[in-house]
């Protein structure tokens, strides 16, 4: 109610869409920040045409309405994202206008502008309050987004009531003072007075602009309006008559005129405003050919069609190289031959470039001029030298910042994001994975010092339970690769998970090569590394070892030892526990065979484990130590020694 007016400024005055096609790729993207405020959207994308008919409206917040409590991408046609922890929707919109000031930048050409939209964004105080706000308007100003406009629902409300006490934030300065162009304050209740603000921030060519909007909770309530009430409680029956009374609202519940519906109706203009555009994008097609081609095949999601064999090439290459190193390079390795053929990968880092490496040597890093305008460098693509504008984006210290931009570019279409840290700070980044994870994002995280074996850092920064907690998120693919051939793999996979974000857990520390009996069923995220007689022991296996990353090898090592007594033991690698975890039973069973006793080995907290029938595992289930990784290793009981006495033991329980 508060921010009605707005809605009829933005919506009714400027908001290029069109309800007929939710996914036109020139549209404007609108994104409610504050997405308690759900039922405005659902009213505004009822009004204008969308396929969200009146009985969904009535349905609010129901099983299976597609008008759940706060709004969802993929379940409501117009809502851009999943919006509801507050901050993280203005935060994707940076993503989403990063997304276009690059693609435009990447595809328009003189005469041909075939990407130029806004990103508009409602926010309230409670997007301000949470911290990802900082992070998200620092980046936005730095970048110089010029296309993202930013509402202010400045009612001073929420929840508990008047927010001075506890909120007393100058924000039109803080915003200043991150490079934003600020406009007012303004009546938000004064739809002429916010439709010129909008305008007036159109123009802007060098910053992002934010508007404040001086608005009054639940406007037209009688007794609620201007109180925590309104925020977070129905009505009621006798408040909705007086408020309707108050307003001179005589029609009934859900009965809306036809005039109403008639002055509306954005369908007529958003067909023109898309076919104008169509027009205009064949004429592009038509000077360049090649472009319209690359850019219909990026915004659809595609990968080329030549990834196939890319990927195949890599793994093969990563095997026959056979090469030590750790888990954090090979992934450098494999990013250094996609990022040369996939134009769409846009990459990271939270200021641990130099660690995480996520840079390769076809990904400059971003920057920007004093006018805004991405600064083109030169590139070596193959004999030949071009001009392209950076694709490795310094962060900054912003892990959650980045894991929510990243959302909204993946959102916005054209790019595949990744973004590096220290597995440890996915603490900090988690909320907006798990929102990628609901949304079905194809977004990928590259977490490296993945374990204790990071060493003298302490357990400040050693990850323990960390794997654990990212394999409980629904939908969330976790690869955690023992060797060069096993993280080919796992970017491969995430790169092909159209549907659902990636986390690749990496090693500080070098990693030997494993051979491997076969390649073809590492993608399944478990597969058989090595057999009794590949350690020339001619017995049937008595036992498996299940391992992960950097405890493979020790699951190696303790084989040998074993089969030096005379006991034979299955290596199983599972690099990923959810990708294995929706392989078929009959998969499942070559893998695990039922009856042999399952001892399980991870640098990591043991509890996770006793999902797959372990007698027993070798884990850790305290913090860690600062000191050289060997010697943590080492103390922890992570030696080949203490595997195979750990197996021993569990074959002594069976008999």
């Known amino acids: 109610m508060g921010m009605a007016d707005m809605a009829v400024a933005l919506w009714g005055r400027h908001l290029k869409h069109n309800p007929a096609n939710p996914q036109w790729a020139d549209r404007d993207r609108f994104v409610l920040s504050n997405g308690h405020a759900s039922m405005l959207l659902y009213a505004l994308l009822h009004l204008t045409g969308y396929d969200l008919p009146l009985q969904e409206l009535k349905n609010f917040r129901q099983l299976h309405s597609k008008t759940a409590g706060h709004p969802e991408h993929g379940i409501t046609p117009g809502v851009e994202t999943t919006t509801g922890p507050l901050g993280q929707g203005i935060t994707n919109a940076v993503g989403f206008a990063l997304a276009e000031k690059l693609l435009a930048k990447e595809f328009n050409r003189e005469g041909h502008a075939v990407v130029?939209?806004?990103t508009y964004v409602f926010l309230g105080d409670g997007c301000l309050m949470e911290g990802i706000s900082q992070e998200a308007l620092s980046l936005a100003g730095a970048w110089k987004l010029n296309k993202l406009i930013a509402l202010y629902d400045d009612n001073g409300i929420s929840?508990?009531?008047?927010?001075?006490?506890?909120?007393?934030?100058?924000?039109p300065a803080r915003l200043?003072?991150?490079?934003?162009?600020?406009?007012?304050?303004?009546?938000?209740?004064?739809?002429?007075?916010?439709?010129?603000?909008?305008?007036?921030?159109?123009?802007?060519?060098?910053?992002?602009?934010?508007?404040?909007?001086?608005?009054?909770?639940?406007?037209?309530?009688?007794?609620?309006?201007?109180?925590?009430?309104?925020?977070?409680?129905?009505?009621?029956?006798?408040?909705?008559?007086?408020?309707?009374?108050?307003?001179?609202?005589?029609?009934?519940?859900?009965?809306?005129?036809?005039?109403?519906?008639?002055?509306?109706?954005?369908?007529?203009?958003?067909?023109?405003?898309?076919?104008?555009w169509q027009q205009r994008f064949d004429a592009y097609a038509a000077a360049h050919p090649e472009l319209a081609s690359e850019f219909t095949r990026r915004m659809a999601g595609d990968l080329p069609?030549?990834?196939?064999?890319?990927?195949?090439?890599?793994?093969?290459?990563?095997?026959?190289?056979?090469?030590?190193?750790?888990?954090?390079?090979?992934?450098?390795?494999?990013?250094?031959?996609?990022?040369?053929?996939?134009?769409?990968?846009?990459?990271?880092?939270a200021d641990l470039t130099g660690s995480n490496l996520t840079n390769t040597k076809s990904t400059p890093a971003?920057?920007?001029?004093?006018?805004?305008?991405?600064v083109q460098v030169e590139v070596a693509v193959g004999e030949r030298t071009v001009h392209v504008g950076g694709r490795h984006i310094n962060y900054g210290v912003r892990e959650f910042g980045m894991a929510a931009i990243m959302n909204g570019i993946a959102l916005h279409g054209g790019f595949i994001?990744?973004?590096?840290?220290?597995?440890?700070?996915?603490?900090?980044?988690?909320?907006?994975?798990?929102?990628?994870?609901?949304?079905?994002?194809?977004?990928?995280?590259?977490?490296?010092?993945?374990?204790?074996?990071?060493?003298?850092?302490?357990?400040?920064?050693?990850?323990?339970?960390?794997?654990?907690?990212?394999?409980?998120?629904?939908?969330?693919?976790?690869?955690?690769?023992?060797?060069?051939?096993?993280?080919?793999?796992?970017?491969?996979?995430?790169?092909?998970?159209?549907?659902?974000?990636?986390?690749?857990?990496?090693?500080?520390?070098n990693l030997a090569y494993l051979p491997k009996r076969d390649l073809g069923d590492i993608s399944r995220g478990a597969y058989i590394l090595s057999e009794p007689q590949d350690v020339g022991l001619k017995k049937k296996a008595q036992a498996v070892i299940i391992a992960t990353g950097?405890?493979?090898q020790l699951a190696v090592a303790a084989q040998k030892l074993l089969a030096e007594s005379k006991v034979a033991v299955r290596v199983v690698s599972m690099p990923s526990t959810t990708t294995f975890d929706r392989e078929d039973v009959r998969?499942?069973?070559?893998?695990?065979?039922?009856?042999?006793?399952r001892i399980a080995v991870e640098a990591g907290v043991t509890d996770f484990w006793w999902k797959y029938g372990c007698a027993a595992v070798v884990g850790i289930d305290t913090f860690g130590e600062s000191a050289p990784a060997p010697v943590l290793f080492e103390h922890f009981g992570f030696t080949p020694e203490n595997v195979a006495a750990t197996v021993r033991a569990a074959l002594r329980r069976r008999r």
């Open 116 to 118: 130029d939209h806004h």
């Open 159 to 171: 929840i508990d009531g008047q927010v001075a006490p506890w909120f007393i934030d100058d924000t």
């Open 176 to 276: 200043r003072a991150c490079g934003w162009n600020v406009i007012g304050p303004v009546d938000g209740h004064d739809v002429e007075a916010v439709a010129d603000a909008i305008a007036l921030a159109k123009g802007s060519t060098d910053k992002p602009s934010f508007i404040v909007c001086k608005t009054a909770i639940g406007r037209g309530s009688p007794n609620r309006a201007n109180t925590a009430k309104a925020h977070g409680e129905p009505l009621g029956a006798d408040e909705i008559t007086l408020t309707r009374n108050a307003i001179g609202w005589s029609h009934a519940p859900f009965e809306i005129p036809a005039e109403v519906y008639a002055d509306w109706d954005a369908r007529a203009q958003g067909s023109e405003r898309e076919a104008d």
């Open 305 to 349: 069609k030549h990834f196939a064999q890319v990927a195949v090439d890599l793994v093969v290459h990563s095997h026959t190289a056979a090469q030590t190193v750790a888990s954090r390079k090979a992934s450098q390795m494999a990013l250094e031959v996609f990022t040369a053929q996939l134009p769409e990968l846009l990459g990271g880092s």
């Open 366 to 374: 971003l920057r920007f001029d004093e006018a805004g305008e991405v």
């Open 417 to 509: 994001p990744y973004g590096g840290t220290f597995l440890t700070f996915s603490d900090y980044s988690r909320n907006a994975i798990r929102m990628a994870a609901l949304m079905k994002q194809r977004v990928i995280h590259v977490f490296t010092h993945d374990s204790i074996g990071l060493g003298e850092d302490g357990p400040t920064h050693q990850s323990i339970e960390h794997a654990a907690s990212l394999r409980l998120i629904p939908g969330l693919d976790v690869w955690r690769p023992a060797d060069t051939v096993e993280t080919a793999v796992a970017w491969s996979v995430a790169l092909s998970n159209r549907n659902r974000p990636t986390a690749l857990l990496l090693s500080r520390q």
């Open 550 to 552: 950097s405890e493979v």
């Open 587 to 597: 998969y499942k069973r070559l893998v695990l065979p039922e009856g042999l006793p």
